[in-house]
């Protein structure tokens, strides 16, 4: 009955090692694929960050372009203006207001004794 004891008991340390073994390479295979999980995802955050800057600056940049093109029409409406106060002395030329739709000027034509004859609406287009 001894042998088979101390042949059960040895069976048993072997399968507690074995088990034990299988447990530590369980254990570091779930820490690799932690490590690997968490460096994915920071590269994903990363990308995304970089994208985000990449578009901010590109937003930055069109908004630059979209100011200096308004400063570039609202030239134009004054040299507009400016040109036709020229020619047409007699007549009312009014700017329309800045974000309203339609004309960027209105002219309004007066015949030879102050009357009203119409109104001619102009509008700049900025060529690029």
């Keep these: 009955m001894r042998p088979q004891r101390a042949l059960e008991e040895e069976k048993r340390k072997l399968d507690l090692t074995i088990e034990r073994r299988v447990q530590a390479s369980i254990s570091e295979i779930q820490i ?39 400063q570039q029409s609202q030239g134009e409406v004054l040299e507009l203006e400016e040109l036709l106060c020229g020619r047409f002395p007699a007549d009312s030329i009014e700017p329309v207001g800045k974000g309203e739709l339609g004309a960027d000027v209105i002219q309004q034509v007066n015949g030879a004794i102050g009357q009203s004859a119409g109104i001619i609406l102009w509008e700049t287009k900025l060529g690029n």
Excluded at 48 to 65: A, N
């Design 32 to 70: 690799k694929a932690r490590q690997e999980a968490d460096e994915t995802a920071r590269l994903r955050v990363a990308e995304k960050d970089q994208t985000i800057e990449s578009m901010s600056r590109t937003i930055q940049k069109l908004k630059r372009k979209a100011e200096h093109g308004s």
